[in-house]
C-alpha cells in the first residue's frame, strides 16, 4: 500500500510545477532520478520514450540512455495491445506483461499521468513490477472460486453487503428467504431485507457483531423473525459485510410455547403458593418468579439475590447436606426445609424441592430449577404440636406410662425412654430395625397382629390390648397396650399411630392369684361341703347305726343261753353288720377330711365381710341389699376358718334365696354380737316370707327341704360346722317377717387349742 | 344294787337313747332317758342319785360338752360317758379333760359301754362312800370342843403330849384326858386311825 502512495506523491503533484527545464521541473528531476519506483516520460503521439530514470533502467536491464532510443511499445510483450491506453490518456493502464533486455517478461502496473509541455503531450509513466502480485491474485481468485462454491451452496442465507449498504452478492438460500430473484436482490439496500429495525450501523463497525431476531421482509412483503452474524472483510479495498441470517422464526414459536408452557406452569406452582426459581449454579444467578419475591418480602426485580445467601447460617450445613445428596444422585428429588432471611431481616421457614436442568459434559449440575414453600406456619404448628406433645408425653410418663410412635410409612417405631425401662432395655436397644413382632410374645404374636389390622382397617375406635411382651432379659411382661392414629397419608390411609405402654404386670399376676384363690376357694368349698355332708351323713347314719347294734345286742343278751344257736348266730352277724357300716361312714368322713380341723383364732366380722364380698354377685342378681350390722372389737373365735365360711355363705345364701319371690324390700341383714357363756353369736336375717311351723320341726334334718332343686343338707351341714365348733345353730322364731338364723361359736379361751 | 345305781342317758335320738337305756338295764340298774340337756337339768333329783350320765356330743340346745361344764359347777359327781357320731380330736381332748370317763364312737361295742358304765358306778358310789365317811368324820370333828381341836391339831402334827401341854399352857394330865375324849368322840380305834380320819379329809377339801 506504502508503495501505492510514493507513486500517488508525483500523481498529484505533477500537475503544478508543470512545464520546467527539460521535460520536468528541476525538483522533479530530481525526484525522477532518485524515486525507487520505475518511470518513463513517453509522448503521447509518437510513444517514443523521452526520458528513463535509473530504477526503470534496472527494471528493464537496460541503461536509461538505451531505453530512450525504444518507444514505449518496444517494451511491451504482447504487440497487439500497444498503444491503447495512453492515446486515450487513461489513468490506470489496464495490466500489461512487459519484456526485459533479456526478453524475460513480467506483469505490469502501470500509472499514467498526463502533462502538457513545449506543445507536446507527454505521459509519465510509474511502472511496476507486479510478479510476485499476480501469483497471489491468482492464488486468491482460486480460493475465491473455492468461497464462492462454499457460499452458493451453504445451507444458510448469507448476504454480502458493501460499505453503501448495498447488496452485492446473495447465496441461493438468501434468494430463496427473502423471495428476490438473485438478479434483483443485488444492489437492495440492507434494510429492505433486514427491516427497519435492524441497527443498520452495526452492520459497519467493523466488527463482528450479532443482531438479535427482528423482522425481516420478503419481497412479497410477508415478514419473519431472523438473527444475524455478521462479519468483515475488505475485498480489494472494499470494505465488504457478510451477513449470516438464520430464520428463527420457528424456533421462536416453539420458544413461545414452551414459555406459554412454563408460564403456565409457574401460573400453577404460584398458584399453589409456591415460589419458582432457576438456578444458574456455574454462575451462581439465581432468577426468581414474582411470588418468590413476595414471600420473602422483597419488591420489584432485586438484581444479586441469591437463595443461598439468605439462608441462616445453622441450616446451611443441613441445606447443602441435602444439595450435595441430590446432586450426587442420592436422592431423587432436592428437597430441604431452611430458613431464608427476608428483606425486613426476619426469617421464615421454607420447604425446597428441585431439580436438575441441565449438567456439563462432565456431569456437573450447571441449572436447578424448582420451588420455595413457605412453611413458617404449618413449622410453627408443628413445633406447638411437638411442644403439646412433649407436654402429653411428660404427663403420661408421669403416669408411669410408656409412650410409642409408629410411622407406617416407614414401618419405623419410636420408644419412649420409659417404654423401654418397663421392658428392662436401656435407651440405647430397640432403636433402629424392630418390630412389633419382635417383641410380642410368640403365643401372641398372631393375635396382636390381627388387633393392629383390625384396628388400622378401622375396625375398632382405639387400639387397647393387653398382651405380653419380651423383656430384655428374656422374660416376659404383661403390658396394656393402647394406641391412636394421628396421621393420615395419601388414600386416606393411616401413615401414624401413636400410643401408650403401661405395665400391667402386677395387676395381671393379682387377677391371677384371685382367680386361683378363687378356684382354690370353690375347690375347698366343694370339699369342705362334702366334709361337712359326710359329716352331717355320719352323725345321721350312725344314728340309727348304733340303735341297730344295741338293740341287736340287747336281744342276745334276752335270749340269753337257752337260744337256738341259729337266732343268736343271726342276732350276732345283725351286730357286727352295724359295727361295720359305721366304720365304713368313719372312713368315708375321714377321707374327705383328711384328718383334723385345726382350730385358730378366727374374726367373725372378717369372714362376714369376706363372704358378702362373693356373694355380691348372687345379691346383686337377686335384687337384694346385704346390710352389715357388726360390733366392733369382738374377741377372735376358735374356729376352722374355712369351715365358718362355708357356715356364713350357706347361710347368706338361703336368706337370698329365700326373697327370690318377695314383693318389696329384699334386705338381708348380718349382725354380729358378744353372746353368753364366752361366745360370739351371728345372726342372718331375711326378709322372706319365713318358716312355717311344719318346716320348722324338720329344720336341721338332712335331706328335708323347701326348695324345690335342694338337696336339704345345707342346714344340715351348717349345724354339723357349728356343733364341731361347740357352737349352736338356732332358728330365732320372732322376726315378724322372714326368718332369721343365729349362730354362736365360742371365743378362744386359753388352754383350749393344745 | 342300791338306790344310786341310776344312770341317766341324753340322746335327740330316740332310738338310740331307748337302746342304751334297755342295755344298761341288762345290768339290773335303773336307766333313765332324756331327749336333751334341759330336761336332765330339771330332773334334779336324777342327778344327784345319778351314778352315771350317758351324753350325746352332738345335740339341738346344749351339747353334751356344754353339759359337762355345767354339771362340774352343780357338783354332781357321776362319771360321764360321751357317745358320738363322730369324735375329734379336740372335741375327745376338752371331754377327757373335763373329766369324762370315756369316749365312744358311734356305733360302739355294748360291752364296752356297759363295762364302763359298772365302772362308772363303781366309781360314783366309791365317791358317795367318801364323802359319806366325809360327812361323818365332819359330825364328829363338830362335836370337839375348841380346846379339843387345838389338842387334836397337835396331835396330828405329831408333837408329844408334854409339848401340846407346854403349847396350850395346860398339863400333861389334862392334854391326856383331853386325847382320851378325842378318841372316843372320833369313834378312833387307835391313833393311827384317827390321824387317817383327819388327813383324808382335809385332802378332800
Known sequence: MSTRRHIAGPEDAAPQPRGRLHTLGIQLEQTFLAAAEAMLVVDCESLSILDANPAAGRLYGQAPEQLQKLGYGDLSADSAQRNDPIGERRERIPLRFHRRSDESRFPAEIVARYFHRDGRDLALLSIRDITGRTQQERARLDSELKYRAVFDAAPYPIVLLNAAGRVVDANPSATVLYGYPREEMLGLNAARLFGDESPIEDLFSARPAFIPATTHRRQDGSHFLAEITLSFTNQRDNLLVLAVVRDVTDERRTLERLREAEERWRFALEGAGDGVWDWNIASNEFYQSPRWREMLGYDGESPGLVWNKLIHPDDKQYVYGNLDAYQRGDTPLYQSEFRLRCADGTYKWFAARGKILSRDASGKPLRMLGTHRDITHSRRMMEDLRASEQRWQFALEGHG???WDWDLLSGRIMLSRQFKQILGYGSDDLTEGFDWDDLAHPDERR????????????????????????????????????????????????????????????????????????????????????????????????????AIRNFSALGLRRLGDSAPEQVKATLEIIAEQAMRAGEIVRRARNFVRKGEVSFAPVQINQVVTDMCRFAELDALAAGVQIALELQDELPPASGDRSSLEQLVMNLIKNGIEAMESTEGERRLTIRTALGGNDSIEC??????????????????????????????????????????????????????RGAAFRFAVPIVRKGRHD | MTEHDLVCVVDDDE?????????????????????????????????????????????????????????ESLRVDAPIIFISGHGDVPMVVRAMRGGALDFLQKPFDEQLLLDRVEQAIAISAKRRRERVKRATVEARLATLTPREKQVLEGIIAGRQNKVIAENLGISMKTVEQHRARIMEKMHAASLAELVRHVTELGRNE
Not at chain 1, 497 to 521: A, H, P, S, W, Y
Not at chain 1, 717 to 725: D, K, P, Q, S, W
Request: glycine share 10%; proline share 3%.
Open chain 1, 447 to 546: 393375635r396382636t397382629r390381627e388387633l393392629f389390622d383390625r384396628y388400622l382397617a378401622g375396625e375398632m375406635p382405639l387400639l387397647a390390648a393387653e398382651t405380653r411382651m419380651r423383656c430384655r432379659d428374656g422374660s416376659h411382661k404383661w403390658v396394656a397396650l393402647r394406641g391412636k392414629i394421628m396421621e393420615y397419608g395419601s388414600l386416606n390411609r393411616p401413615s401414624r399411630v401413636i400410643g401408650t405402654l403401661r405395665d400391667i404386670q402386677e395387676t395381671k399376676q393379682r387377677e391371677e392369684r384371685d382367680r386361683n384363690e378363687q378356684e382354690q376357694l370353690a375347690h375347698a368349698g366343694r370339699l369342705i361341703t362334702l366334709g361337712e355332708m359326710a359329716s352331717a351323713l355320719a352323725h345321721e347314719l350312725n344314728q340309727p347305726l348304733t
Open chain 2, 15 to 71: 332310738m338310740v337313747r331307748m337302746s342304751v337305756c334297755m342295755l344298761i338295764e341288762t345290768l339290773g340298774v335303773q336307766a333313765r332317758s332324756y331327749a336333751n340337756c334341759l330336761q336332765l337339768m330339771e330332773d334334779e333329783s336324777s342327778l344327784k342319785l345319778a351314778g352315771c350320765l350317758v351324753l350325746d356330743v352332738r345335740m339341738p340346745g346344749i351339747s353334751g360338752l356344754e353339759m359337762q361344764e355345767r354339771l
Open chain 1, 401 to 403: 406410662d410408656g409412650l
Open chain 1, 683 to 736: 345372726e342372718v336375717a331375711d326378709l322372706g316370707e319365713g318358716l312355717s311351723e311344719k318346716v320348722r320341726a324338720g329344720l336341721f334334718e338332712p335331706f328335708v327341704t323347701t326348695k324345690p332343686d335342694g338337696v336339704g343338707l345345707g342346714l344340715a351341714i351348717c349345724r354339723t360346722i357349728v356343733e364341731n365348733h361347740g357352737g349352736r345353730l338356732w332358728f330365732e322364731p320372732t322376726r315378724r
